[in-house]
């Protein structure tokens, strides 16, 4: 059974880093064509997609946030760490980390879907 | 960035019923289209991926159509189960953008 699980901590303040962390059960980090990715939703707004990192090491990182986001894994605990620097109080929100998957149809380039989520985490960033 | 939009934002509909909700993107995006569902407190469930494949365990009432910028999810007959919140995704250029979501409401 494939699962995901996120954790990190439920309170920053303004300015400071947020750590989370996906751990993953059911499969391996080092499988060609799966990743993990990162989303985000602010309380009562839509999906926001962060970043992914594939098992070839390959990273991806939305436009507006890049300049504060690293993505890495340890294969050997099966984690993806997700870091955001200078927190803000608009950063507030819940954080899932979902398993991503290239699927090739046809002659087409693979298609990326996120197939697994995990539940979840809330972050509040206040003072 | 490739935008995602989403129409109807909010939408009514009764038990048993057929409904369409359209996703348009801002560019060409072949059928690089996925769909998710989003119930109240739960994390997203994939529904359909490259604008028409359904997700292994999906009800056949759940399809997807469209390519290049305009894209359905059809829901053929409504279930109780199925009102939610409705999420297409492209996945053609990175950054994979969402669109704003459509609240399916029981009328």
């Known amino acids: 059974q494939v699962t995901l699980k996120e954790s990190g901590p439920v309170l920053v303040k303004p300015t400071e880093t947020l750590t989370l962390t996906c751990t993953v059960s059911?499969?391996?980090?080092?499988?060609?064509?799966?990743?993990v990715s990162w989303i985000r939703q602010p309380p009562g707004k839509a999906l926001e997609w962060l970043a992914h990192?594939?098992?070839?090491?390959?990273?991806g990182y939305s436009t507006s946030l890049k300049s504060r986001l690293t993505i890495s894994k340890d294969t050997s605990k099966s984690q993806v760490v997700l870091t955001m620097t200078n927190m803000d109080p608009v950063d507030t929100g819940t954080y899932y980390c979902?398993?991503?998957?290239?699927?090739?149809?046809?002659?087409?380039?693979?298609?990326?879907?996120?197939?697994?989520w995990g539940k979840g985490t809330t972050v509040t960033v206040s003072s | 960035d490739i935008q995602m939009t989403q129409s109807p934002s909010s939408l009514s509909a009764s038990v048993g019923d057929r409904v369409t909700i359209t996703c348009r993107a801002s560019?060409?995006?072949?059928?690089?289209l996925n769909w998710y569902q989003q119930k109240p407190g739960k994390a997203p469930d994939l529904l359909i991926f490259?604008?028409?494949s359904l997700q292994s365990g999906v009800p056949s009432r759940f399809s997807g159509s469209g390519s290049g910028t305009d894209f359905t999810l059809t829901i053929s007959s409504l279930q109780p189960e199925d009102f939610a919140t409705y999420y297409c995704?492209?996945?053609?250029?990175?950054?994979?953008?969402f669109g704003q979501g459509t609240k399916l409401e029981i009328k």
């Open positions: 979902a398993r991503s998957a290239l699927k090739t149809i046809a002659a087409r380039p693979p298609y990326y879907y996120m197939d697994v």
């Open positions: 059911g499969f391996s980090l080092t499988n060609a064509r799966v990743g």
């Open positions: 990192i594939f098992s070839d090491d390959e990273k």
């Open positions: 560019q060409r995006i072949i059928t690089y």
């Open positions: 490259a604008a028409s």
């Open positions: 995704q492209q996945s053609f250029i990175i950054p994979y953008t």
